[in-house]
């Protein structure tokens, strides 16, 4: 999706609920014209907001869409942050280098602006895509191929007092987001969920099984009250040596170390299995400090929530920093003008204020950068290493990277 700004650009405007599947066709067609199960598609309509939605039109065909679902993103300190949650981006191929893009991205972030959101993030299927719009990758997620029968795991004092027992994910589904719910004002990144968005957690289109069994859920109970739970599937498989069966991780969530170890070491040593898929977990999840061989767990990294200051004064002022800081930071903000200049950030762990300010830079950064940096996850000495922050005065990188830095880290637990 690259612009150069030639042709007549179609008419872009807000979406209606009667063009949407024309519009979601279109996006459907952009990700490579897979059809969706009837209660995927459906759930995605009932999460539009229509007046958060944009499309272009050729005539009566849709070409490019994009929207804005409304969030509450935890930022470190625990404050829940209005966030504008940018998704069902496309354009069509019949349709590229004609601005469409930028058109969008320009008229969305003047909206979100409008409706007093500091914050725009993603999840992008093309990273490169969305840099120049002053995106940056704020979180990651880990991967793994599990070997539970050589990796082992050791598990702390007070996990056998943890009960399990299976359950249909869709009955227990309001235990399970009150479990969620508990653990949102703790960690970066994790929005809460509004009505109808804990639905997305047990979908289950017979279509991305990939040969797996349908969804299945234990939950973690001690005196009586609900503590974790895991949503998973089971594929079989046999080879020479008997079963080999995968255990594909959907969610788990717990609401200290003894329950989640419990749900851990069930997931390890379901009958007939030998090997654990674990996709989009916190890169410092808790199971990585249990097993004994991390070796034989394959760990990968990769990009997850890309994060977007859209008012940058209201943006850092809405977290906390770890440590006291007080830093002048000339932002370079070509795509969004009114954040470009210089602004004093004064905070700590109790709160934070940050204002246009004529006093000299201590550090010079992009928006990109400084959205990669809000959560925490990403520091901006590492940042700097890559030429991507410089120091005008000496001692202010290492006093901002402190101050900015997050424990734990920050995680999107799902795609929107």
């Known amino acids: 999706m690259v612009d150069d700004h030639t042709g007549p650009a179609p008419e872009l405007r807000s979406l209606q609920p009667d063009e949407w599947d024309s519009a979601y066709g279109n996006l459907l067609r952009a990700f490579g ?48 942050v209005p966030a504008a949650g940018v998704t069902m981006v496309s354009v ?24 007093g959101e500091p914050l725009a993030v993603l999840t992008a299927s093309e990273p490169a895509i969305y840099g120049r719009f002053g995106y940056g990758a704020a979180t990651f997620q880990l991967d793994a191929e599990i070997d539970t029968v050589r990796a082992g795991l050791s598990v702390p004092d007070g996990t056998d007092d943890v009960r399990l027992r299976y359950a249909d994910p869709a009955e227990v589904l309001d235990a399970c987001e009150a479990v969620y719910a508990q653990l949102v004002p703790g960690r970066p990144g994790m929005p809460a969920r509004l009505p109808g968005w804990e639905r997305l957690g047990v979908l289950d289109p017979e279509s991305e099984r990939g040969g797996a069994s349908p969804l299945q859920c234990v939950v973690a109970e001690r005196d009586g009250a609900t503590v974790g739970y895991a949503r998973f599937r089971v594929k079989p498989s046999w080879g020479p040596g008997g079963p080999e069966g995968e255990v594909a991780l959907s969610a788990l969530d717990a609401l200290d170390p003894a329950a989640a170890a419990a749900l851990w070491r069930f997931l390890f040593d379901l009958d007939l299995t030998s090997s654990l898929r674990v996709r989009g977990r916190p890169v410092d999840d808790a199971w990585q400090y249990l097993v004994k061989d991390v070796r034989r767990c394959r760990p990968a990294v990769r990009d997850a929530l890309y994060v977007r200051p859209v008012e940058v004064g209201a943006a850092l002022a809405a977290r906390t920093y770890r440590t006291p800081v007080d830093v002048v930071l000339e932002v370079e903000d070509a795509f969004c003008p009114w954040n470009a200049g210089r602004w ?25 950068e400084l959205g990669a940096a809000y959560l925490g996850g990403v520091s901006l000495t590492a940042l700097a290493a890559a030429g991507r922050v410089r120091e005008l005065r000496e001692g202010a990188l290492a006093e901002a990277s402190v101050a900015f830095g997050s424990d734990p880290a920050p995680w999107l637990p799902h795609g929107f």
Request: hydrophobic share 40%; charged share 30%; glycine share 10%.
């Open 344 to 368: 004093r950030l004064s905070g700590d762990a109790k709160g934070a204020a940050c204002e246009p300010t004529r006093d000299a830079a201590d550090l010079a950064l992009s928006v990109r």
């Open 92 to 115: 069509a191929a019949t349709h590229r280098r004609r601005g469409l893009l930028t058109a969008m991205m320009r008229r969305q972030l003047d909206d979100i602006r409008s409706w």
């Open 33 to 80: 014209g897979l059809p969706e199960a009837d209660e995927e598609r459906q759930l995605w309509r009932d999460l539009t907001e229509f007046g958060r939605f944009l499309a272009a039109w050729d005539g009566d065909r849709c070409v490019a869409s994009g929207g804005a679902f409304s969030f509450r993103l935890t930022v470190p300190g625990g404050a829940s």
